[in-house]
């Protein structure tokens, strides 16, 4: 049989994993620093969850999820993005006011595979419930922003835009009619049909939004209430010290999405995939849940996008290999000493040859090789660079200064 993964799928192994756990790792942190709850809701749900939650005139949706029919003849899909979920967990746990939550894990969708569109890809993301004013827009942004760059992303820009809620939508909505109509010719039969259920999705689809730089715009057209919010948002970003462009075609590919929108763009990568996340406000969803009205504004971040644009780092998993030259059992108590210190060590359990621990510490990338011998524990560090002879239990302070 062939070991290939599943097409449009991949495994996660070393030298590449490490930059992935690197990357989850910062955003537990990240995440919790900004007041964040972990979340973890299920792989699957409903399908009727995506199809109310994300639109069902959506590609995402008509054309993209893996739908099927359990073993119970229940419709269950599995998920192709996680707002949907964490709003009706937020719903379901019968929770009053604000509520942060973030997650991270595999979502799918059947796309065209190519490198950073996949068909399991993985995300992290946050959601702010209950709070409707424009800080919380903004704290959203920001949080995104400083993850990305504290990642080491540079190439990165910020694009909003407001696509305006229920009330002024139906006025921008008679615009953007008039306009498509007019330019009907020039659009594919998907954007066609599009033009009086859902105009909007018309702008954001791959394959004519490029074409339709003169489209009205959603900011021309927002009532009273969402231009106080837009302004709000924009203050707050610059309070926060947040470049930022206005995107005016920015409008995203689903359906809840209230006021504000914006992405995160890797300005190094190619233009069909360089949105490295994107985001929004949504607080039209729990209602179309079925749920009492909730505000909700969040973001996720692809990252296997976000691993191209730092460039697919290999990277080590470990801070050093032990090389025993006194047997597996005195190097594994040296190594689990060492692991105590907080250092990240493995070693060979089967009584190789001291030349073959050598040859595993080079294959598995070890930056530092620690040759324990045992008599007086001491043992010797060797880099590319440097040896020392360092006794068992400085190793720690040894690499802390190094
Ligand atoms: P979306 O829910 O479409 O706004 O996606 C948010 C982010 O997830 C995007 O900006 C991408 O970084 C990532 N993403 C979405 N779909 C895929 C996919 N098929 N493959 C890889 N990354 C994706």
């Known amino acids: 049989m062939s070991f290939q993964p599943p097409k449009g799928t991949d495994d996660l192994i070393m030298p590449r994993s490490q930059a992935w756990r690197d990357a989850l790792g910062l955003w537990e942190e990240w995440s919790a620093r900004y007041g964040y709850s972990l979340i973890q809701t299920p792989t699957f749900e409903a399908t009727d969850l995506f199809e109310r939650g994300v639109g069902d005139t959506s590609e995402v949706v008509t054309k993209q999820m893996y739908t099927f029919e359990d073993n119970g003849g229940r419709s269950v899909t599995l998920r192709p993005e996680g707002t949907a979920g964490v709003v009706r967990a937020y719903l379901d746990s019968g929770m009053q006011g604000a509520f942060k939550g973030a997650y991270s894990g595999p979502f799918f969708r059947y796309e065209r595979p190519q490198a950073g569109r996949r068909r399991q890809f993985y995300q992290v993301g946050i959601e702010y419930l ?175 996008r976000i691993m191209l644009a730092l460039g697919d780092p290999e990277k080590t998993h470990l801070d050093a290999y032990l090389v025993s030259e006194v047997g597996p059992e005195q190097g594994l108590q040296a190594a689990n000493q060492l692991r105590k210190d907080g250092l990240r060590i493995d070693l060979d359990l089967e009584g190789r040859s001291v030349k073959a621990q050598f040859r595993t510490a080079r294959r598995l990338g070890a930056p530092v090789v620690l040759v324990f011998r045992g008599d007086g524990y001491l043992v010797d560090v060797q880099t590319d660079e440097e040896r020392a002879e360092v006794p068992l239990q400085e190793v720690s302070v040894w690499f802390s200064k190094s």
Do not use: M, W
């Open 130 to 304: 209950g709070v409707p004013g424009p800080l919380a827009d903004a704290e959203v942004i920001e949080c995104g922003k400083s993850y990305l760059t504290e990642l080491g992303i540079t190439e990165l820009e910020v694009r909003i835009n407001s696509v305006g809620d229920g009330c002024c939508r139906p006025a921008y909505y008679k615009a953007l009619r008039g306009f498509l109509n007019q330019r009907k010719a020039d659009l594919t039969s998907d954007s066609v049909r599009l033009i009086e259920v859902n105009p909007l999705r018309v702008l954001d689809s791959k394959a004519d939004g490029p074409k339709l730089d003169d489209a009205p715009k959603t900011t021309d057209y927002l009532c009273d209430n969402c231009e106080v919010h837009y302004s709000g948002v924009k203050q707050a970003l610059g309070d926060l010290d947040v470049a930022y462009s206005e995107d005016p075609k920015l409008v995203r590919g689903l359906d809840y999405y209230t006021q504000t929108a914006f992405e995160y763009v890797g300005t190094g990568l190619d233009t069909a995939q360089n949105a490295l996340g994107g985001g929004g406000r949504y607080d039209g969803l729990a209602e179309v849940l079925g749920g009492r009205s909730t505000p909700g504004v969040g973001f996720a971040l692809g990252l296997d």
